[in-house]
């Protein structure tokens, strides 16, 4: 907490931030464009946001995108704003739009955090029944997360798991996996409130999830976790409106589990 503190006490370090919270998914010459600061300045800048977990940085081709990560700013929510009784993800919900605004060829929804665990007790939070369930709910999915494999999800709280069209793309315990995310379903019509043709188009799109886990940079953060939702058609995406703040509250959800378990 003291870094971020430190990382947002800076005039420049905060305009980037603001810039990117304006419009996600930065390239490094994106950032500089307009500024009265040399490419080396800002570089180092990003690296001290970076540093501080408030911003995260994902590979996209020969570029680096940079992504307001929010999960620093809820740390300090729990610490600080709790106490005065507003609600746990009220702090988020004020930062919602903070990852919007992304051109449809990078990644659209990504989000960082830092779980004090190991990577192999991760990778069980995010593959194994027991966990699902505690942060999923009646909306666990299931699959025995090998390549190929299908991944089935209830379509009502607490229903049958239901082959949705997912599958496992990539899996490799501990480091990484991803998977085909189901499409539109028809109680999201209602849910969204979209006319049949609307609905229609809209339920064609097909995104995919990745997780990534990785050593943090420093080690007395625990364990990097970063996810990457993408492959919406619009920016408009109902989906991608439905799951961002999703994920951020089960993963949220997901590091109390295993940090209260460790």
């Known amino acids: 907490m003291d870094e971020v503190f430190k990382a ?92 919007e605004g992304t051109a449809m060829s990078k990644p659209e929804y990504v989000y960082t955090i830092y779980i004090h665990t190991t990577p192999e007790k991760l990778w069980e939070g995010l593959t194994s029944p027991e966990f699902l369930k505690q942060y999923h709910g009646g909306w666990a999915p299931s699959s025995d997360w090998k390549v190929g494999s299908k991944v089935l999800w209830p379509v009502e709280d607490g229903g049958e798991p239901q082959d949705l069209g997912q599958v496992v793309t990539e899996s490799e315990p501990g480091k990484r996996l991803a998977y085909t995310w189901h499409t539109l379903q028809p109680m999201h019509q209602e849910m969204f409130g979209m006319g049949d043709e609307e609905f229609a188009e809209a339920a064609k799109e097909r995104s995919k999830v990745t997780f990534d886990i990785e050593p943090s940079e420093e080690p007395d953060l625990g364990v990097k976790l970063t996810i990457t939702h993408d492959g919406f058609t619009s920016a408009d995406s109902k989906m991608l409106a439905g799951v961002k703040d999703g994920w951020t509250m089960m993963l949220s959800e997901l590091k109390t589990i295993l940090e209260k378990a460790a």
């Open 8 to 99: 947002l006490a800076d005039t420049s370090r905060r305009l980037l931030l603001d810039r990117l919270n304006e419009r996600a998914g930065q390239s490094l010459r994106e950032l500089c464009a307009g500024l009265e600061m040399s490419r080396q300045a800002v570089s180092k800048h990003l690296a001290v946001l970076e540093g501080a977990g408030l911003v995260t940085a994902v590979r996209h081709g020969r570029e680096r995108l940079h992504y307001l990560n929010p999960v620093p700013i809820h740390d300090i929510a729990d610490r600080w704003i709790d106490q005065y009784e507003r609600g746990r993800m009220a702090a988020l919900g004020n930062l919602k739009d903070a990852l």
